[in-house]
């Protein structure tokens, strides 16, 4: 199987090399990336996207531009790294992994007490490519727990957006337990809902679908409920970006009301997401940030005017699933299982986890 890449180095290491993914999938374009202003341009722009990407680009993001600085005096050098990485947090609101890398790149620097600038960015450039090979292994990791929720034989598998490959470091969060199933010779197909208004369900994962071989069909997004009154679909899988403390998951607009209908229909619904998605800080999904995006995405997205030129178009770029229409949170370190609250809080160490005989369940 081949996976598209849409996060690396170049191969000079000097600057970071993305996939344009709003180009897709008409061209497959490259971008190099040199300053965290152009990184911060390719987030807000949806060149890269998917919350496990942005919190790895916008990490390399400071490493590269920190590499601009280190003739500068300490105070100076350190002050440009922290600007950066202001500048790139503000470029998305809800996927909390962008928050995560970027923190854990601050707090590399601030350890790096005594180094001189050189050194502060060769170990910046050292965590994001932490960031970068540890999201490789999460996707691996939910993907072998996510096996455990598909049924056995033929299965067919409704997902929401792109939580795919070109979603994150790695072979995805949704869609690595398909990867993994077809890999294992088992037949699995993908309905994928296009994703008003920007498409990354049928521009982004019937492209990286089917070029590793996995049958994909695109449907609008207003066939979701008749594909599951069909039982044309065994289960939903969608990913998140961002878990509250509760168990609410935000994730792309439109799986709130894939959840709904899903529960009407008796299909079970997984989200399937690294552990870094979860923010124990944000008590209930109504506490998460919901990005608003520009009119213009609705009114005119691809080009052609779609809706008067001038009405008023409300834009939310997620919505919010309460916990309890989630049947499963599949994470790299295990599956979830309702109430989210206790499960969460022991999969993030918060209380000290019982004696375990085996591993979790994933379902
Ligand atoms: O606006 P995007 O394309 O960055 O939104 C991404 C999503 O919502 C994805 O569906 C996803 O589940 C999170 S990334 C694995």
Redesign the pocket.
């Known amino acids: 199987m081949t996976f598209p890449v849409a996060v690396r180095w170049s191969e000079d290491g000097a600057a970071v090399d993305l996939l344009d993914q709003t180009r897709l999938p008409e061209a497959e374009v490259r971008l190099r990336i040199e300053t965290a202003d152009a990184m911060a341009e390719a987030i807000r722009t949806?060149r890269v996207?998917?919350?496990?990407?942005?919190g790895i680009a916008a990490a390399m993001g400071v490493a590269v531009e920190s590499a601009r600085h280190v003739a500068l005096p300490d105070a100076e050098f350190r002050a440009r790294v922290r600007s950066a990485i202001e500048r790139l947090a503000a470029t998305?609101p809800t996927?909390v992994n962008l928050a995560w890398a970027l923190e854990r790149m601050r707090r590399r620097m601030d350890r790096a007490v005594g180094q001189t600038p050189q050194e502060v960015s060769w170990a910046l450039f050292d965590e994001a490519n932490a960031i970068l090979v540890e999201d490789r292994g999460m996707c691996r990791r939910i993907g072998e727990w996510g096996l455990q929720v598909l049924p056995d034989g033929d299965v067919s598998v409704l997902t929401?957006?792109?939580?795919g490959a070109l979603?994150?470091g790695g072979i995805?969060?949704?869609l690595a337990p398909v990867y993994l199933a077809h890999a294992l010779g088992r037949r699995v197909r993908v309905y994928v809902g296009e994703t008003r208004p920007?498409l990354?369900g049928s521009r982004i994962t019937a492209w990286e679908l089917g070029r590793a071989g996995i049958p994909v069909t695109v449907v609008a997004d207003v066939v979701a409920a008749t594909l599951m009154k069909q039982r044309r679909v065994d289960l939903v899988i969608?990913?998140?970006?961002r878990i509250a403390a509760n168990g609410d998951v935000a994730?792309?607009i439109g799986?709130y009301g894939l959840a709904v209908l899903a529960r009407h229909h008796g299909i079970p619904f997984y989200v399937a997401?690294p552990v870094s998605t979860i923010d124990p800080d944000t008590e209930t999904g109504d506490r998460i940030p919901i990005e608003e995006r520009d009119g213009d995405e609705v009114r005119r997205g691809f080009g052609r005017l779609t809706a008067p030129e001038n009405v008023p178009v409300y834009a939310p770029?997620?919505d919010v699933t309460p916990a309890d229409l989630i049947d499963g949170i599949v994470t790299d370190q295990g599956g979830l299982s309702p109430p989210y609250g206790a499960a969460i809080r022991k999969a993030l160490g918060l209380v000290p986890a019982p004696a375990r005989a085996g591993g979790r369940s994933a379902t």
């Open positions: 949806l996207r998917g919350a496990p990407a942005i998305r996927a929401h957006c792109n939580a979603a994150t995805g969060t949704a920007l990354q969608t990913g998140a970006d994730n792309k799986t997401a770029a997620f």
